[in-house]
């Protein structure tokens, strides 16, 4: 028996969460003053402090604080006058002083929310807290089929991770999304991740773990009132494996109770390759944290002032940013819902503000650059052209120097090479051929080769002048304005319309 | 026993700046002194002659060079095993931690490094500060050298036994329940306690974070002042140091030598002068008389000196001893996880078979001796989920309302007294089998550890011809009133300080 998605939204209704970690941006670690360069050698970036060796104390990251502020209000949080780190005491090997310094009960951040967009209808995720911790050293386990610890012939440890700082936004549970669940939950880390990019607080790099979620999941028969039990899926690690996390266990948790099963509360692991998830430790097996206040740091009390100047200094927002744009570019709510899906919004208001007439921008952002990101599996805003470079292809079409055909073969050139637009034209010579004469020889050269197509034209066949054409580019080297070579074609051979 | 090391802190200092003795002939004095008697006494763990001298050569060398020297310059100090020092071994008495190298100094050792001050050695602890004989050391007792089959207190045993038997006029020693003030009382020598974020934590071992305090240990009152003004001062590297001058310790023990208390409102605490029932904690721990016979007097002689004596009732107290021993092994369960064999220190059992987890309880049951473990287990079950609320919770309450005792008898007193400890040095092995007779030692401390308040412990007598220390205890912040009471009785009652002759 395999259910189809609509199966489970007639029976079922998806309650989601997400716990989102983001490595911060900071210079220095959380509690010490080592670097959190990424990349470096093992062990190179360490000291007393992060290492847990005796005697050594833990100091907070002002700047880390004031990001973590910066985040809460960005999510409309409430920032807490007076809050404490605890400690979340657990014994492995890549947390040095086996305990984790965390916010526990008292997060810097809590009750706010978060609007996103899923085609034009706003759905509003409750924020509930955002706090401060630190993250752990990497292990490598070396040896045994899995790459986990059990099994493996021995273990490295490399502790220049430990103690960066990491915020950790956790959501209110989202109920009412219905069949848009998946596609709301990846609405919400994306629009989390463009806020984050727009306060410049972290590289928000999922690839490199820099942006980590958890999602939970649960399921209620439709008009049960009551929330199903959850699954936490962690390794969830790009945009499109969140969606696709909350719907495999949609549909997993679906079969368990349609067989009159439960549903274990358990975290389970998403598998990229696979599509699925899979059972981890069981919750019911769960060690006790023993949480208690760290009394090696004294409280965080942030001056109201303060929180108030960081309130002031914040830059435009992304979502308030789409709104002016919206109403500046005079796009059509349409355009707006098919510009945000594709992730261009903020491209094509820079193209604009770059010089570039807006359907022209759209144009370029949704066509050419949207299948060139599609073809690299990345978001088109990190893709590698830089909306200045669209303005400035634009700008050239316009004056006539290169034919769009050109224009694309520019930015194929920017992609290859990573040089700007004007340096791609000058070193691979790319150049309108105007000079008509020219064009006329290669014209006639490309008849007198191909008399069978000549004929077909000459007879009435159009559409058999493509070939012609394509030979008169291919002489060209593609430099030739393709409207007009099929113009010159066909007025030498009466076969136009 | 010569005279270089019969003489204060504060003396030597006044000797090698006058050009009358070398920092390295003080050194060397103290060195053969050690030498001579440290194997009766086993106050140090590890004795750094080479370390030693290099530094008093320093020290002349500067003085030479015409270069200015800190007041306490070229005076020799024996540093408590629980202070990382940089290149030093730092066991905390701990097996665990046999051969552990640090590869940085705590803030207190770079600040007496600084100050000129020569380091002997390290000297013995209760395992990781947990005890109040110096019993619990993984390396074997410390003798008082009052009477050698008698404890020197803990857990700062060795350091304030080294004082006693004159291996050295200074010491550093950390308190947390009573661990520089209990062994001061009991080896007839000086310990102060400073207000919580006084002096910097960075670098010590810690026992329970919230208590744990460090603290100068020396013979006089005036030396232990000097000391304090070296290592005290905020540390941006210890989010609780407090970001205030030190308080005038060193001038409020000067003053306080004129033995005037004229206008000073001495506060006798009802619970801690004999009035509680410390017998009812069990093993026979209540004061001795000759113990509450010293005190009476002590009280005598403060009146004499014209302070006002009040009596002041704090009814918390008698809740300390409950609370602490939740709070400490809480704290201590989390402090002490680290110790893992993963990056430092003991590692047993590791030989391909075993997995990690194994390795670490093996590493755990052979390098931690029995008291830390019953604090560890006591400690991670305060911690559990479902009792947070009824231990470490509750305690900290009654933390709250000690703090608010204290407040409230601050009031009426500028300075409160009791005995430091209700009873004096008592035989090694003699209670070493009941762990709620050695807890009660603490009793009297215990008040001050929970408030982070400072105190002081200064000589007030010998019972059965062994010494009984005078608690003196202050607002926070306000240590200066500590140093002038104890100053100022010190001066009116000489005899009580270790005769030179001990060990001889």
């Given at each position: 028996m395999t259910l189809t998605y609509e199966d489970v939204l007639g029976r079922y209704e998806p309650v989601f969460g997400l716990e989102t970690h983001v490595e911060l941006g900071?210079?220095?670690k959380m509690f010490c003053g080592c670097s959190t360069r990424?990349?470096?050698?093992?062990?190179?970036?360490?000291c007393p402090v992060c290492l847990g060796l005796p005697g050594a104390m833990p100091a907070v990251n002002a700047r880390a604080v004031e990001d973590t502020i910066k985040i809460g209000l960005a999510l409309n949080c409430s920032i807490a006058p007076w809050c404490r780190f605890a400690r979340k005491n657990y014994f492995y090997p890549d947390m040095p002083k086996n305990f984790q310094t965390s916010q526990y009960d008292?997060?810097?951040?809590?009750?706010g929310y978060l609007d996103v967009d899923v085609d034009g209808q706003n759905y509003r995720v409750g924020i509930e807290r955002v706090h401060m911790e630190e993250d752990t050293g990497k292990n490598t386990h070396v040896g045994?089929?899995?790459?986990?610890?059990?099994?493996?012939?021995y273990s490295l440890v490399d502790?220049?991770?430990?103690g960066i700082p990491l915020i950790e936004i956790v959501t209110r549970p989202v109920p009412?999304?219905?069949?848009r669940a998946p596609e709301v939950a990846r609405a919400y880390v994306t629009a989390l991740r463009d806020i984050l990019r727009t306060l410049g607080v972290?590289?928000?790099?999922m690839e490199q773990g820099s942006l980590r979620c958890d999602v939970n999941t649960s399921l209620s028969p439709v008009g049960s009132g009551a929330w199903g039990t959850r699954t936490e899926t962690k390794n969830v690690n790009s945009l499109r494996s969140v969606e696709r996390a909350v719907r495999s266990e949609m549909l997993r948790q679906a079969e368990l109770l349609d067989a009159g099963e439960r549903v274990r509360q358990e975290t389970r692991h998403f598998s990229e390759v696979s599509g699925d998830t899979r059972p981890g430790r069981s919750k019911e097996e769960a060690?006790?944290?023993?949480?208690?206040?760290?009394?090696?740091l004294v409280p965080v009390a942030p001056d109201p002032a303060w929180v108030e100047q960081i309130r002031a200094a914040l830059p435009e927002l992304p979502a308030a940013r789409r709104a002016r744009l919206r109403e500046s570019l005079g796009v059509s709510a349409e355009d707006m819902v098919q510009m945000s899906n594709a992730g261009v919004v903020d491209l094509v208001g820079e193209t604009v503000e770059a010089g570039a007439p807006v359907d022209e921008a759209r144009n370029w952002w949704l066509g050419y650059l949207t299948q060139k990101a599609n073809e690299r599996e990345v978001d088109a805003a990190d893709l590698g052209v830089a909306p200045g470079d669209v303005a400035r292809l634009v700008a050239l079409v316009a004056d006539g120097t290169l034919s769009v055909a050109l224009a694309r073969q520019a930015v194929d050139a920017v992609l290859e090479t990573g040089h700007d637009v004007d340096a791609v034209v000058a070193e691979r010579g790319l150049?309108?051929?105007?000079?008509t004469s020219a064009l006329e020889r290669a014209a006639d050269e490309a008849i007198a080769a191909d008399p069978d197509a000549a004929d077909k034209v000459r007879g009435g066949?159009?559409?058999?002048v493509g070939a012609l054409v394509g030979a008169v580019m291919k002489a060209t080297r593609g430099q030739a304005d393709a409207a007009a070579v099929k113009q010159i074609l066909l007025d030498k051979l009466g076969g136009g319309v | 026993m010569t005279e270089l090391t019969a003489l204060t802190a504060a003396g030597t200092a006044a000797s090698i700046a006058a050009g009358d003795v070398s920092a390295v002939e003080v050194a060397q004095a103290h060195l053969d002194r050690i030498e001579a008697v440290d194997g009766r006494?086993?106050?140090?763990?590890?004795?750094d002659a080479e370390g030693a001298l290099r530094a008093a050569r320093d020290v002349d060398a500067r003085r030479a060079a015409g270069q200015a020297l800190g007041p306490l310059a070229g005076v020799p100090l024996a540093m408590k095993d629980v202070v990382v020092t940089q290149g030093l071994p730092t066991t905390a008495g701990s097996k665990i931690l046999e051969g552990w190298l640090p590869p940085y100094d705590a803030t207190i050792s770079a600040r007496v490094k600084a100050a000129g001050l020569v380091m002997l050695g390290k000297t013995n602890m209760d395992e990781f500060a947990?005890?109040?004989?110096?019993?619990?050391?993984a390396y074997g007792p410390t003798h008082n050298?009052?009477?050698?089959?008698?404890i020197p207190g803990g857990s700062g045993g060795g350091s304030a036994a080294a004082l006693a038997a004159y291996e050295a006029p200074l010491a550093i020693g950390t308190d947390t329940g009573g661990s520089i003030r209990q062994p001061a009382a009991v080896t007839g020598t000086v310990g102060a306690k400073p207000?919580?974020?006084?002096?910097?934590?960075?670098?010590?071992?810690?026992?329970a974070s919230s208590l744990d305090q460090a603290g100068p240990c020396a013979r006089t009152v005036l030396d232990a002042a000097l000391l304090h003004e070296v290592i005290g001062g905020h540390d941006?590297?210890?989010?609780?140091?407090?970001a205030q001058p030190v308080p005038p310790v060193v001038a409020a023990a000067r003053r306080g030598a004129n033995g005037d208390l004229k206008g000073v409102r001495v506060g006798v605490v009802r619970e801690l002068?004999?009035?509680?029932?410390?017998?009812?904690?069990?093993?026979?721990?209540?004061?001795q008389a000759g113990v509450l016979a010293s005190f009476d007097a002590a009280v005598h002689t403060l009146r004499e000196l014209g302070a006002e004596v009040v009596e002041v009732g704090c009814?918390?107290?008698?809740?300390a001893l409950a609370a602490y021993y939740l709070i400490l092994p809480s704290e201590c369960s989390s402090n002490l996880a680290?110790?893992?064999?993963v990056r430092y220190g003991m590692r047993v059992g590791?030989?391909?078979?075993?997995s990690l987890e194994e390795v670490m309880s093996l590493t755990r049951e052979a390098g931690f001796g029995p008291e830390v473990k019953r604090r560890i287990i006591i400690g991670t079950y305060a911690l559990s989920s479902g009792y947070y609320d009824a231990y470490y919770g509750q305690a900290q309450k009654v933390r709250t309302l000690i703090a608010r005792d204290f407040a409230a008898a601050f009031e009426r007193a500028d300075v409160l007294v009791s005995?430091?400890?209700?009873?004096v040095a008592f035989g090694i092995?003699?209670?070493?089998?009941d762990p709620m007779a050695m807890y009660v030692n603490d009793l009297c401390t215990l008040p001050a550890s929970l408030a982070g308040t400072p105190a002081i412990s200064v000589p007030c007598g010998l019972s059965d011809g062994l010494p009984v220390g005078l608690q003196v205890m202050a607002p926070a912040l306000a240590d200066d009133r500590c140093y002038r009471v104890a100053a100022a009785f010190e001066a009116a009652t000489e005899q009580f300080r270790p005769p030179a002759g001990v060990l001889a």
């Open positions: 900071t210079e220095s990424f990349g470096a050698e093992p062990n190179t970036q360490t008292e997060p810097l951040c809590v009750d045994g089929a899995t790459g986990r610890i059990h099994g493996a012939e502790y220049n991770r430990a009412g999304t219905g069949a972290s590289d928000v790099r060690t006790d944290y023993r949480y208690f206040p760290e009394p090696d150049r309108k051929v105007s000079d066949k159009a559409a058999a | 006494v086993h106050a140090f763990l590890h004795i947990m005890g109040s004989s110096t019993e619990n050391s050298p009052w009477d050698l089959s008698k207000t919580y974020g006084g002096v910097s934590r960075y670098g010590l071992i810690a026992l941006p590297c210890d989010s609780t140091s407090i002068a004999g009035g509680g029932d410390a017998a009812a904690y069990g093993g026979g721990g209540g004061y009814p918390h107290f008698e809740y680290r110790f893992d064999s590791d030989d391909g078979t075993r005995p430091t400890s209700p009873f092995g003699e209670r070493i089998e």
